[in-house]
């Protein structure tokens, strides 16, 4: 029994380990609005020991401040890219509800329609292994998700963009180690 828990650990420490480059779907470059949006950092989510999916941040260039990007009002990107079985469009919902709630300090309301816009429109159908969300923020545009190259929803605000990318970048974010990746200044 202690063998196979050390070798399940060891299974772990490697896929969390993997470089950057080993994450499949997350590409070097991204286009937004017309503009090459370039892999700032990636990394994967991890839910006890499940990998759920696979994200990478899209800027206009590098940059590891996360306070600077989340209230940056310029073309970037998330994408990420479902790796696990165990993703659900409910539970997809419910960690997206948590993470803005994490992200505004527990003050949704002045976003809350656009918060509902967006986990309507994109997040009810089902999700499967291999699904690739996109969520791409344009000044002009809003906040475009994109689930397998088909257009879900457009949600227009900074304030919802700050919140969105928030969840993965606020002081509280869904897990540090994916923000410090995403930062590309993994400990």
Do not use: C
Not at 71 to 97: D, H
Not at 159 to 181: M, T, V, Y
């Amino acid at each position: 029994m202690r063998l196979l828990q050390i070798s399940l650990f060891s299974l772990a420490l490697f896929f969390i380990s993997l470089p950057v480059s080993a994450l499949t779907g997350i590409p070097n470059v991204l286009s937004a609005g017309g503009k090459q949006l370039v892999l700032n950092g990636a990394g994967t989510r991890i839910k006890f020991i499940i990998s759920v999916y696979h994200a990478g941040l899209y800027l206009q260039k590098k940059n590891k401040d996360a306070n600077k990007i989340m209230a940056s009002n310029e073309p970037m990107a998330i994408r990420m890219k479902i790796v696990s079985g165990f993703a659900s469009a409910e539970k997809m919902k419910q960690a997206l509800k948590k993470g803005f709630a994490n992200s505004t300090g527990g003050n949704t309301a002045p976003i809350q329609p656009q918060i509902d816009q967006l986990i309507k429109a994109a997040f009810t159908g089902k999700i499967a292994k291999g699904d690739v969300f996109d969520l791409i923020y344009t000044p002009a545009g809003g906040t475009q998700v994109v689930k397998n190259g088909k257009g879900m929803t457009v949600v227009k605000g900074l304030a919802l963009k700050k919140a969105l990318f928030g969840i993965w970048l606020s002081k509280r974010p869904a897990q540090g180690s994916l923000k410090s990746e995403l930062l590309g200044t993994e400990f």
